[in-house]
């Protein structure tokens, strides 16, 4: 198992994807894992001297090119063709790697794994998926940005490839899958909402269980949750930033306390999106996770973890078999 | 200074109902204020006896009937003509109150408000707003969900209507309006709010400050949100479900330490929506506010507060001649 990690992600890289990867290398669950970094050959070595010699398992990949947030997306492969970014996806789409992972710019990082990857036959655009922190487990949202103005067939797409994730990724069974609405009674919602239920109800192979509204998204009733782009990925930013503020406003108080014995870093750990590694890309011809560009080491770790689950559990075959029409 | 209150429209009518409504009667700041109590006069009469006699200021019209939560919104009018929300809107209509105020269905308060107050001239689908705490003031999101597959001039239209309310109702000098999107650049979006954004930056009469994200909104950047009502009824309903879950997580860590001095109350009651009073229709030919099913007397206090700044300010003569197009 070797995953391809593009070292120059984050804000402050390469110095968290080293630090996560030599944590994951160190983990007891991690099995026969090896770790490609991928990116400038100097600085990661730089960084690597910091932990002394370097680790068996871990192997550095040079690629001379970054790709910055002011790189355009849809140009990123074109113009930076040697960037830790399409390095490190054509060395996963070349077998030399099972997996990739980045904390770069997301739009760059979509738009690269669908150039390299290619989506699956069946797949006409694929989502992305984060994890949302529910009452009960994590929950799969999708898509989370990649794909808007969806037609209901999309929707459909996006319900098979989460489920198969679910199942593969995050050990669920017989995933529950919703649809995202304002309404709980078929017929509700607008006009692609509305259409997607039918399809999604008379769909099979799939645990569908109906319409979710906004209010039932952190009760936890379901595995995946399907909707448009646009909506998911107001949704994403708007939980993280809801759950920053009411953190804010509970440290205000707390610091008002001097001894306080209320230890609330519980609270906070469910609220962190460190600890649930990546956003899976789906219904591509590989395995692709991208994390924050904030990603302290902890979430690199994770990341690598989420990948090198998904890898052995077979995902790219198991989604390729659930949503390929074989004729 | 009179207002119709429907007492049939929370869980527990008629209690909350008399009870906020004596003390909206009981506060100072409500000057000549009326209220008038619509529904089962029995019923209301008993529970003002619990308060000694009936003060002054508060009348009661008798409404044979009640709408439920099983009764279909659209033909709630015909159907059933006494019920307190049709008689209180058409005391409203008639001139013998100033404004409406009901915490029954909200499906029901749209269709009656809709049909007996009738949209001004120049709105087309009359939006329904919702106050959202932000890390500075409360923001105005609207459409919260009355209308759904909206064009761009209804975004229009929701941006003018929400800038009268949010200088009228809430005290904003030059509102600052924000367009709820996935990207800040212009040409971001989807179909609808690409479109809604060319149009909004050529429009006078606004304090347009372009796209809002979905992270950006806690942060309280904008006075009014505006868009379509399937995301904004999503949102709304995810958040306030959001606030009641990270309190429960806190509540769980809390309990756990008996001798605990923290006191939560102030973050409890800034994520807490009864402080703000209802949700205001806009865009019609009277003041019509929509509360909580669930509404203390707290909050029907506040949404009698709302309905009394509105119709002091003008609310509807400023939005007839905002969205108005006079030949």
């Known amino acids: 198992m ?6 120059m992600g984050t804000d402050r890289a390469p110095g968290p994807e080293v630090a996560g990867a030599l944590a994951a290398l160190r983990a007891q669950d991690m099995g026969d894992l090896e770790v490609l970094l991928v990116g400038d050959e100097g600085a990661i070595r730089a960084e690597l001297a910091q932990f002394g010699d370097i680790p068996s398992g871990i192997e550095i990949h040079h690629a001379a090119d970054r790709v910055s947030a002011e790189d355009s997306p849809a140009s990123v492969i074109r113009r930076k063709p040697d960037s830790s970014i ?54 799969l949202l999708l898509d989370a940005g990649a794909n808007i103005d969806c037609k209901p067939s999309h929707l459909v797409q996006f319900a098979h490839l989460g489920s198969v994730y679910a199942r593969d990724a995050m050990g669920r069974a017989n995933p529950r899958v919703g649809l995202l609405n304002i309404g709980e009674e078929p017929g509700k919602g607008d006009a692609l909402t509305a259409e ?17 509204e906004g209010r039932d998204i952190v009760r ?15 949704l994403l930013k708007f939980y993280e930033s809801v759950a920053g503020y009411i953190v804010d406003l509970l440290r205000v108080e707390l610091d008002k306390v001097p001894d306080r014995k209320v230890d609330l870093d519980h609270v906070f750990r469910v609220l962190d999106y460190a600890e649930y590694g990546g956003a899976p890309l789906l219904g591509l ?23 090198a689950r998904a890898v052995r559990s077979g995902l790219v075959r198991h989604s390729a078999e659930d949503v390929g029409h074989p004729s």
């Open 2 to 7: 070797r995953i391809a990690l593009d070292a």
């Open 86 to 139: 399409a390095v490190g996806l054509r060395l996963h789409k070349e077998g030399k790697a099972d997996a990739f992972v980045s904390a770069g710019s997301t739009g760059a990082v979509m738009a690269a794994s669908l150039f390299i990857l290619r989506p699956l036959p069946g797949v006409d655009r694929p989502p992305v998926g984060t994890l949302l922190p529910t009452a009960r487990d994590l929950c």
């Open 196 to 212: 997607a239920y039918e399809l999604l109800s008379r769909e099979s192979g799939l645990n569908f269980i109906g319409n979710i």
């Open 220 to 234: 936890g009733d379901c595995d995946v949750i399907v909707c448009d782009g646009f909506v998911g990925n107001i």
């Open 285 to 307: 011809g590989g395995v692709s996770i991208i994390c924050h560009g904030s990603s302290p080491p902890r979430a690199i770790q994770n990341a690598l973890a989420v990948a």
